[in-house]
């Protein structure tokens, strides 16, 4: 069965945003607009679902987000765009703001999480339909944005409020579908010719942290979240050591025995968080106030709270508790499904990217990668 691939939340941003300087133009019903991707250089027919003038100057255009058979909490989500002439004293000829559901950067003074790709797509498609003398302001909604991201890790990343249009590409790839797990593989066998020793990191913020930290590129593998196929697939390579390197709320799973870490298949983070508390002796009021967090971020800043107000040491203990048991369930699941010894070590951080926890193992494992 072949698996479709379809387009990233920019293009329909983009798409609908066109549409609606299109009506401007010319007040009249559109199918279907051209979108220029960039990355890569093709060009895309993207549905308009709905465009309609709101009053002279203002046109709004709808779109829906298909990213293809990737699984994707924003497949079918609707992306307005409303575009109005800009002012004299705008300095853009395209300005871009973020309107209701798009989120806002914490590090950034609250800047619409709006990145560079996004910023580029809209720029040059938008741009070519303008005279050199007209400006516009584009403003993306995306209505269902702010409950959209209550479901995502944004918040534990600084972005607040609602879902960004991130990514490097037009094309939103089946990262999930059994092709991809394929190419991860393929990777994780060549690099297992070059080095004993490589890094699992989840997503995008593991691989940024690993880089400054000095960890060799060369030495990265991106899981996202197959962590439990490659980490059976590397013991068949017979690698002698390992480092899953991660944001403390996905890898905290592996602790449960979780090794598919995707939130549509299993969560239990909270449940994990708290029974490691219990095991090292969290007070029982404690354990229930981590338990109804309503995210392990939440449960980590009251822990840490709570350290810092009664000179505790609550997170250290159970942070490496954690630590250790990721360690000895990843070894016996590698051992399990490949009877295979693979010293697995971890490192935990936090949504600032400041490390959590290194186990006695993964400290080893980084002293010899840095």
Same mark, same amino acid.
């Given at each position: 069965m072949s698996i479709r691939s379809g387009y990233t939340l920019p293009v329909f941003a983009c798409a609908s945003a066109m549409a609606a300087l299109q009506w401007l133009r010319q007040a009249k019903p559109l199918d279907a607009v051209s979108v220029d991707l960039i990355e890569p250089q093709e060009t895309a027919e993207i549905p308009i679902e709905q465009v309609a003038g709101i009053h002279p100057g203002m046109a709004l255009a709808i779109t829906r987000s298909d990213p293809g058979d990737n699984i994707d909490l924003t497949r079918n989500t609707p992306i307005w765009a409303v575009v109005e002439w800009g002012q004299s004293e705008q300095t853009e000829q395209v300005q871009i703001v973020g309107?209701?559901?798009?989120?806002?950067?914490? &590090?950034?003074?609250?800047?619409?999480?709006?990145? #560079? $790709?996004?910023?580029? !797509?809209?720029?040059? &498609?938008?741009?070519?339909?303008?005279?050199?003398?007209?400006?516009?302001?584009?403003?993306?909604?995306?209505?269902?944005?702010?409950?959209?991201?209550?479901?995502?890790?944004?918040?534990?990343?600084?972005?607040?409020?609602?879902?960004?249009?991130?990514?490097?590409?037009?094309?939103?790839?089946?990262?999930?579908?059994?092709?991809?797990?394929?190419? $991860?593989?393929?990777? !994780?066998?060549?690099?297992?010719?070059?080095?004993?020793?490589?890094?699992?990191? %989840?997503?995008? &913020?593991?691989?940024? !942290? #690993?880089?400054?930290?000095?960890?060799?590129?060369?030495?990265? %593998?991106?899981?996202?979240?197959?962590?439990?196929?490659?980490? %059976?697939? #590397?013991?068949?390579?017979?690698?002698?050591?390992?480092?899953?390197?991660? $944001?403390?709320?996905?890898?905290?799973?592996?602790?449960?025995?979780?090794?598919?870490?995707?939130?549509?298949?299993?969560?239990?983070?909270?449940?994990?968080?708290?029974?490691?508390?219990?095991? %090292?002796?969290?007070?029982?009021?404690?354990?229930? #106030?981590?338990?109804?967090?309503?995210?392990?971020?939440?449960?980590?800043?009251?822990?840490?709270?709570?350290?810092a107000k009664e000179g505790s040491d609550w997170v250290n203990q159970i942070y490496r508790a954690i630590a250790s048991t990721i360690d000895k369930r990843s070894q016996d699941y590698i051992y399990k499904h490949s009877q295979q010894e693979v010293q697995v070590g971890s490192l935990l951080f936090d949504r600032n990217r400041q490390v959590i926890v290194t186990s006695p193992t993964g400290a080893t494992l980084l002293s010899q990668l840095c």
């Open positions: 309107g209701e559901g798009i989120g806002r950067q914490l &590090n950034a003074a609250g800047k619409a999480a709006i990145y #560079a $790709y996004a910023e580029t !797509l809209l720029q040059r &498609n938008l741009s070519r339909l303008l005279a050199p003398d007209e400006k516009i302001q584009v403003t993306i909604i995306l209505p269902e944005g702010r409950k959209l991201a209550e479901r995502t890790s944004n918040a534990a990343f600084g972005v607040l409020e609602g879902l960004s249009l991130l990514g490097t590409t037009g094309i939103s790839q089946p990262l999930s579908a059994p092709d991809q797990l394929q190419a $991860y593989r393929e990777q !994780l066998q060549i690099k297992a010719l070059c080095f004993d020793c490589l890094v699992f990191c %989840v997503g995008e &913020n593991g691989l940024s !942290l #690993a880089r400054q930290m000095g960890i060799n590129p060369e030495q990265l %593998v991106k899981t996202a979240n197959w962590l439990g196929p490659l980490l %059976v697939a #590397a013991g068949l390579q017979e690698i002698p050591g390992l480092l899953l390197f991660g $944001y403390h709320g996905k890898l905290i799973k592996l602790a449960g025995g979780i090794f598919h870490t995707h939130h549509h298949l299993a969560d239990g983070r909270l449940e994990i968080l708290t029974a490691h508390g219990a095991q %090292v002796g969290l007070p029982t009021p404690i354990l229930q #106030a981590v338990f109804t967090s309503p995210t392990t971020e939440a449960a980590l800043t009251y822990l840490r709270q709570l350290d």
